[in-house]
């Protein structure tokens, strides 16, 4: 059997939040090593992979991403109908941890 198992399956299966599961690379790799361990009758489609959801796409033409703990990333415009201005007061939902988190890494 194969399936298109992914990060917001794998997180809550393993009841980690999905920050963790997505900015830091020790806990993702082992998520899916235990759960290839755990189901050897399953073929993964895709197999190990970064997936973030929908919101990298439509990041690359100006949407702001928003990372938080329960969900997988979305996504909202920074731009309205083309020549407005910037949407004001959107939440940071999470980018500022993210991007933190990113950094820490990095070092």
């Given at each position: 059997?194969?399936?298109?198992?992914d990060?917001?399956?794998?997180?809550?299966?393993?009841?980690?939040?999905?920050?963790?599961?997505?900015?830091?690379?020790?806990?993702?790799?082992?998520?899916?090593l235990?759960?290839?361990?755990?189901f050897?009758?399953?073929?993964?489609?895709?197999?190990?992979?970064?997936?973030?959801?929908?919101?990298?796409?439509?990041?690359?033409?100006?949407?702001?991403?928003?990372?938080?703990?329960?969900?997988?990333?979305?996504?909202?415009?920074?731009?309205?109908?083309?020549?407005?201005?910037?949407?004001?007061?959107?939440?940071?939902?999470?980018?500022?941890?993210?991007?933190?988190?990113?950094?820490?890494?990095?070092?």
């Amino acid at each position: 059997m194969a399936l298109i198992i992914d990060s917001p399956w794998i997180s809550g299966y393993l009841g980690v939040s999905h920050l963790e599961y997505y900015l830091d690379p020790e806990l993702w790799f082992q998520a899916n090593l235990r759960t290839l361990r755990e189901f050897p009758e399953i073929i993964f489609f895709r197999s190990w992979w970064v997936e973030y959801g929908m919101a990298i796409e439509p990041s690359a033409h100006g949407n702001r991403i928003h990372f938080r703990a329960d969900q997988p990333p979305t996504r909202s415009p920074v731009l309205g109908a083309c020549g407005e201005s910037p949407v004001q007061g959107a939440d940071a939902g999470g980018t500022a941890c993210a991007t933190s988190r990113i950094n820490e890494l990095g070092q």
